[in-house]
């Protein structure tokens, strides 16, 4: 069977073929049958371009993605379509694993450096990264996304201070794994120093986020071999889990 988009008269109408699919099970399973690479790819721009207005339509997309999981790497689609595909691929999933990254990697050369989007499609990466082993890649993509939120945070703190803490806690693990653990408690120390000032404006909404950057530090200032002040942060974290239960 040959995908194609035919024309449609009103858009917010999905294209036929998707819409039959994902109303016809039967149907999409003898459309998804046999078929070869080239004709995967489209089978699954075609499913995820229908998902990204029709929420009915992903409960095809993601065990097709199974299905096909050996051309997603090749897929060369608008970025909105690629964007609903890395949203329909579960996390984690070993099987998934390289093509997620890979979508994500091309989802990533779509934005301009310096976005907001940007920053959070490269956190998404080093997660993938990370979970692959390719253990000098992620610390390079959390820190792009650490060095835009810095920037995005002087103009507009309120919405990009929370996110660069995370990026930052997010940091130091990746730089702790790679042994630069001097760099892994800067990282941290200053995810935390964002985290205590957030706390203080809005505690019910930060301190859950603060408790776990103090137990990172914890963790960082021990492997510096600085124990005195990883058990005063220890006992700052446990004295937050305790008023918040």
Not at 8 to 29: F, K, V
Not at 82 to 110: K, Q, W
Not at 164 to 175: C, D, E, I, K
């Amino acid at each position: 069977m040959q995908f194609r988009e035919p024309v449609w008269p009103e858009r917010s109408q999905p294209p036929l073929p998707g819409r039959a699919l994902y109303e016809s099970p039967d149907l999409a399973e003898s459309c998804l049958t046999n078929l070869d690479e080239r004709q995967a790819r489209q089978a699954l721009i075609l499913l995820a371009r229908t998902s990204a207005e029709h929420a009915a339509a992903r409960r095809l997309l993601e065990p097709a993605l199974f299905r096909f999981y050996e051309v997603i790497a090749g897929i060369d689609a608008p970025r909105d379509t690629m964007i609903a595909i890395a949203n329909a691929i579960p996390y984690p999933s070993f099987a998934l694993a390289e093509a997620h990254a890979a979508v994500v990697g091309r989802i990533l050369t779509t934005y301009a450096w310096g976005t907001a989007q940007r920053a959070a499609w490269l956190v998404t990466s080093s997660s993938l990264l990370s979970a692959l082993g390719r253990r000098e890649e992620a610390p390079a993509a959390i820190e792009e996304a650490v060095t835009i939120r810095r920037e995005l945070a002087v103009a507009r703190p309120d919405a990009f201070r929370p996110v660069l803490a995370g990026s930052l806690n997010n940091q130091s693990a990746f730089l702790s794994d790679l042994g630069r653990r001097e760099e892994a408690l800067a990282a941290i120390e200053e995810a935390v120093t964002i985290r205590r000032e957030l706390a203080v404006a809005r505690p019910d909404a930060f301190r859950p986020d603060l408790a776990a950057s103090l137990n990172n530090l914890v963790d960082a200032l021990e492997a510096v071999g600085q124990a005195a002040e990883a058990n005063s942060v220890r006992t700052e974290a446990a004295e937050i889990a305790e008023s918040d239960e």
